[in-house]
């Protein structure tokens, strides 16, 4: 069974964070872990990983499904075999959308309400690729992401940073002929969550992809360059191969700031291609996938 999925798709997202006062708020509890707790395994994980690469250990280019300092990890993937199906079944009854279901300005995130939403202005554009990079045309891509003070528009999401009533914080667009998407939006600030004591994800914005099939959806998240929480975070470090992470981390672009207007940030997505399964071959050497 081909995998549909690119080095790029990380677990299901951490969700919001838990409905409870931020942790500041509260005295400390003793039977928390720490950033340093976690810190500790994080470190201890990539020391293992790096030793297994001196080895001759494959390169790990997908997250790691079981991640220990990700301590919900283990409830966010199967624990059984997958039942296999066929895909062109499948896409009999998948959901399809037209054309005309995705307006033009759904891809400004600024433009949803009465006012500007506050923040920093940003444009965030690319393509999406097959794994030959060549462009995939015509494919719905939507993002989510948290306010620029790190809230999301979610009931789940109540720690006290204030929701924004212009930003609601979801775009779609359709890529063009040449796989391109383009989105402006405001730049989204880091939140706390709950995995340990202190712990706080780096600002992301959520991509869903479809590929040329329904069956090819990724999710994925794409990162800010130069975020000082990087090293903290137990879901970015899921991902144990630095080239890997780097993929999900998006390059500031001069050339698409705009004057007076908004920075720019590039970010080319990466889909499974017809030969991506050479791809891998040639990652781990002579003991490939089976496809
Ligand atoms: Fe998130």
């Given at each position: 069974m081909p995998q549909h999925i690119n080095a790029q798709q990380l677990p299901g997202?951490?969700?919001?964070?838990?409905?409870?006062?931020?942790?500041?708020?509260?005295?400390?509890?003793?039977?928390i872990e720490t950033q340093a707790d976690l810190s500790a395994e994080i470190n201890a994980l990539a020391d293992a990983y790096a030793r297994a690469l001196k080895d001759g250990g494959a390169v790990e280019t997908q997250p790691r499904l079981?991640?220990?300092?990700?301590?919900?990890s283990i409830l966010r993937h199967p624990t059984k075999s997958l039942h296999h199906a066929d895909p062109e079944t499948i896409e009999l009854y998948s959901p399809a959308f037209g054309?005309?279901?995705?307006?033009?300005?759904?891809?400004?995130?600024?433009?949803?309400?009465?006012g500007e939403p506050q923040g920093e202005r940003i444009i965030v554009a690319g393509k999406v690729l097959?794994?030959?990079?060549?462009p995939v045309a015509g494919q719905l891509v939507e993002i989510w992401q948290a306010n620029a003070?790190?809230?999301?528009?979610?009931?789940?999401?109540?720690?006290?940073a204030p929701l924004d009533p212009?930003?609601?914080?979801i775009g779609r667009c359709i890529t063009g002929p040449d796989g391109s998407y383009r989105f402006t939006t405001i730049k989204p600030g880091a939140y706390p969550w709950?995995?340990?004591?202190n712990a706080w994800r780096p600002a992301h914005i959520h991509f869903s992809m479809f590929g040329t099939?329904?069956?090819?959806r990724i999710i994925t998240q794409m990162y800010f360059p130069g975020d000082q929480l990087f090293p903290l975070d137990p879901i970015y470090q899921t991902i144990v191969d630095q080239d890997a992470r780097d993929r999900l981390v998006a390059k500031y672009d001069h050339s698409l700031t705009e004057p007076e207007w908004a920075l720019g940030y590039t970010w080319d997505i990466v889909l499974t291609g017809p030969k991506r399964t050479w791809t891998e071959n040639e990652a781990l050497g002579a003991e490939g996938d089976e496809e």
């Open positions: 997202d951490e969700a919001v964070p838990a409905a409870e006062p931020h942790a500041g708020h509260l005295p400390p509890d003793r039977a079981d991640y220990p300092p990700y301590r919900s054309h005309q279901d995705v307006h033009a300005l759904e891809s400004d995130l600024t433009i949803q309400h009465n097959d794994g030959d990079g060549r003070a790190g809230r999301y528009i979610h009931k789940r999401d109540q720690h006290p212009n930003f609601t914080g709950k995995n340990h004591l099939e329904f069956t090819q």
